[in-house]
């Protein structure tokens, strides 16, 4: 097992290397420069010297031992487009709003999406059955993008009910952890429906029944239980999906989150902050990887890891 | 039946979370949590009105650092935080601000003598002195500071030689010779390179405004990052950033004019899409929201839509080198003889004008007049029929049987686009020429352009300072930015001789006649001056939105 996991680690830094660089060279590819319109202001003698104090001057592979050497010493540079603020400094500050909203909106689809898939299943082939599922299809086919502005103009400015953006108090919360939890509802309700059906027709929920259990018991003792196993085990990279992907909910609610800020790091050549945020996103998702492997392997027995024979 | 209940249950615990929320969420914050209008209607119910702000401004500001800001939002912020020695009003002319007067100018027009104002207070209550302009000033041109405003600053006799200083010591000598010095606590003397006629209305920008060096000095880089690392002795405090959230501004009471700020509050939640800054306009969250254009065709008549107009003009450029035909003065011409600028506008542009030269409306002429209204309209008219005739004659001048394959690159945003295909509907139409549209991103189209890699290009351009200069500086033979190798001796000679005279009649009569030149010969091809669409609710007074610089100036705002 420990073998095994060293082996993972040393795998996931040589993955989190391989994307760096990718990401390093590729991006210098990008027309332009960090300095945008400041260019057109400057004389050339001027912006040479600008370069040349951000040490962009020097050839691309020296400017990627120079940074590479600075990451291994945890120093992930200083954001061009906000002068004096750390790479590392910037992530802290707004990836707290993504992970909250990620956090709120697996909330409502782990409570949501398995409720609906268990009334689901309880109703197989009914009318709520299929009232259920339609509304976990809706769910999956309407993007955050169509959702999201529909939520914030009828409930926000129509109706009133909820705050059409910002995010500042608990209220402000509700929208966009609703919007973002959409689809993972519908892959969770889905997903429990199908496990619950398959337990349902297992023997001891028939042993049950004949000790003469009554219904309410015998669907949270016995199905519940056992029916949630398989849909915790997804939940680890759906938590990361979730997390990662609040682009467009934090654009439309006017979260101040992590999403946006890789978008406009991109489009103003903020080589550091475009670098600093991949490696921040590769590894989140490495990680999880890894640690769901190894949850894989301590919950079911049936998958050995290596070096176990 | 009973999981029915089971769910219900489930759904009435999430839903009392939420609820609980909610009663918490009572306590601690503002009215941005009741979002049923309550800006509207608790206004005009206390009839006292809070001076209270609320407004959506559609980016983070960077660094709120004097010397290193370059972006209109942090002039904004910064120009509501501190001051300079002049603060422009709503007629954009320079009023007293830190100095307690016009400047003294000498009669070669190179040395300023400024008095401050008696007992001026940082707004941390330490005194502010003339030495802190000097250091400002040093500071912005070190080129460790990395300003990239820092070429305004190098105006000042000596500012070049910092820039370009290469060690430590060089620039330490080089700031001691900087034309700028405290000649006692209240008086400070500049001196100028050359004459620079605009120069008073250019201290009430940004990069001219003090700063405090032993609290910006140990900061170093962090300076301007976070509410507690910015200082300024202006009509408001930065009460509390969160970053990319929003800013908080509370009135300065430390501030010499104090008496004349009315707003006691403004918060600026940081929204950057403009139809969720619309729907917290329309529920009442904000009283300031500027729009895009195409809610600015729905919203038109709305009795709280403002135009703005910029400084800023929409134009054309030939590549010369590339695209030889374009040497051709009647080539040039042509093809700007063809375009329907008022159509261009009426379908595209809602809101901007059609140009009437290059300096837009509103653009000073550096000797107290607009520039416009003295130039008037110096634009080759939108004459297809001539057009066409310029074009035959044009490419049998060259020996040409037909236009050379061209195409014209521009943005590829908003806008951007779609004036490229109305441009090449209007060649196709108009001239009977095929142009292809290439539009691609601002960093390629910017980067392209100044490595003069186009043969034509749908440019930008905003003023910088209020004066016809920032305009036509750049068409000097061999300036960078004139990108299209054009080059026009007259023109040279006019520009050079406005930028050494001290005859401010003379200076502006040759920027009028420079203009004319470059448009004659349509060297470049102006479309449009830009205006943005602007939503401020009506309680709201004494707004003024600056056509360059600073978005908006809060200092003498109300609210009714």
Known sequence: MLKYVLQRIIYMIITLWVIVTATFFLMKLLPGNPFGDAQMKMSPENFAILKAQYGLDKPEWQQYFIYMGNVLQGNFGVSYQFPGRSVVSVIQNNFKASLELGLESLIFSIAIGLGLGAYAALKHNKVGDYTAMFIAIVGISIPSFVI?????????????????????????????????????????????????????????????????????????????????????????????????????????????????QFVTAITSNDYTMITGLTIFYAAILVIVVFLTDIAYGLIDPRIRLAGRR | MKFKKILSTAMAVTLAGSLLAACSSNNNSNKGSEPTGSAQASAPASSGAKQELVMNYRAEPPALDVSIAETSAAFTVLGAVSEGLYRLNKDMQPEPGLASALPEISADGLTYTIKLRDGLQWSDGSPLTAKDFVYSFRRTL???????????????????????????????????KLGVEAKDDTTLVITLERPVPFFTSLLSFLTFYPQKEDFVGPLGEKGGTDADKVIGAGPFLLKSWDHDQKLVLEKNDKYWDAANVKLTKVTLNIVKDNSTGLNLYDSGASDFQVLSGEQYMNLKGNPELVLKPELVTGYLNFQETKVPAFKNQKIRQAFSMAIDRQGLVDTILQGSVPSTGFVPLGNLDGDSQEFRAVAGDAQVAFDPAKAKELLAEGLKDEGLTQMPKV??????????????????????????????????????????????????????????????????????????????????AKYDELIKEAQTTTDAKKRAANLVEAEKVLLEEAAISPLYFRSIPVMVKSKVQDLIQPPYGPEFELKWTSIK
């Open chain 2, 407 to 488: 195409s014209i690159m521009g943005d590829d945003h908003s806008t951007g686009p779609k004036v490229l295909e109305f441009l090449v509907g209007q060649w196709e139409q108009n001239l009977g020429v095929k142009v292809v549209a290439s539009p691609m991103p601002h960093a390629s189209r910017v980067d392209n352009e100044l490595k003069k890699n186009y043969d034509i290009v749908s440019s930008l351009w905003g003023a910088d300072y209020n004066d016809p200069m920032t305009w036509l500086d750049m068409y000097l033979t061999g300036s960078s930015l004139n990108t299209q190798d054009w080059s026009n």
């Open chain 2, 142 to 176: 070190d080129p460790a500071t990395k300003a990239t405003y820092a070429f305004i600053v190098a105006w000042v006799k000596g500012g070049e030689d910092v820039m370009a200083a290469k060690s430590a010591d060089d620039v330490k000598a080089a700031q001691e």
């Open chain 1, 148 to 260: 999201s502005p529909l939520l914030s103009l009828y409930i926000g400015v129509k109706l009133g009910w909820l705050p059409a953006g910002l995010w500042d108090g608990p209220l402000h919360r509700i929208m966009p952890a609703f919007a973002l939890a959409l689809g993972t509802i519908a892959i969770l309700a889905r997903m429990m429906r199908a496990s619950m059906l398959e337990v349902s027709s297992l023997d001891y929920i028939k042993t049950a029944k004949s000790k003469g259990l009554s219904s309410r018991a015998i669907v949270l003792r016995h199905m519940i239980r056992n029916a949630i196993l398989p849909v915790v085990t997804i939940l680890g990279p759906i938590a990361v999906n979730v997390i990662t992907g609040t682009l467009v909910v934090e654009t439309v609610f006017a979260v101040p989150g992590l999403g946006s």
